[in-house]
């Protein structure tokens, strides 16, 4: 998809372009506008996706028995409808110890990437590339990373990153990071790797004062 400006007739450089998407001249056009309320409408779209979420931390976390039934046209606990019946409420936290040792045994084992090279006179370069690599895996902290996507997809079977090219910490490099699943918006889906998707949006929690400090350029803005 292609955002032209209402204003000028210019036209959004696209995913080819070396300097990528630069929407700055775009944050008052109509076609941007329309694609920030059709995330929205997404995002609200997701609603019961986002409890059932919950739900899965809840039991992951030994907390099933936060569910609720009605008994008698009242709305009760499992644990309070238990203690009411006289059954010992003993939540069961046998899911949490075994993802703890699990993602220990992922962050253990995780491997550098390397590159090898067919010709023996590209040692050289392959040594070279399997140190970006390195350098990359470290500045990521991808053994970490790769625990937590593990534990993510076991969790919640919805695992997204973020990729973008970033000066951080005086290290410029490609960051990979996790985005929860709480703060996405796509349209519905078939395929479970979302690759019939065309549209995928994040949510940023940010209070109208950090709206205020990142989108505004000048006075004449509010």
Known sequence: MQLESNLTGDTER?????????????????EYSRLVRLAGAY???????????????????????????????????????MEMKGVPAISNDIITDKMVTLKGLVRQQYMAPRVKSVDSEENEYAGLFSEFLRQ??????????????FEMNLDLGFVIDKVQWAFREGKEDVYVDAVSPFNIAVPPWQK???SDIDFIAEAHDLSWQEILQKFLRKPSDE
């Open 192 to 194: 479970k790797d979302l």
């Open 43 to 81: 995002y609200d779209n997701m609603a019961e996706l986002r409890k059932k979420f919950t739900r899965d931390i809840d039991y992951y976390m030994g907390r099933q028995l936060n569910d609720t039934v009605t008994y008698n046209g009242n709305s009760l606990t499992v644990h309070d409808y």
């Open 14 to 30: 696209g995913s080819e372009s070396q300097k990528g998407y630069d929407h700055t001249p775009f944050n008052n056009s109509y």
């Open 136 to 149: 990359n895996d470290n500045n990521n902290s991808k053994s970490e990373h790769a625990a937590d996507q």
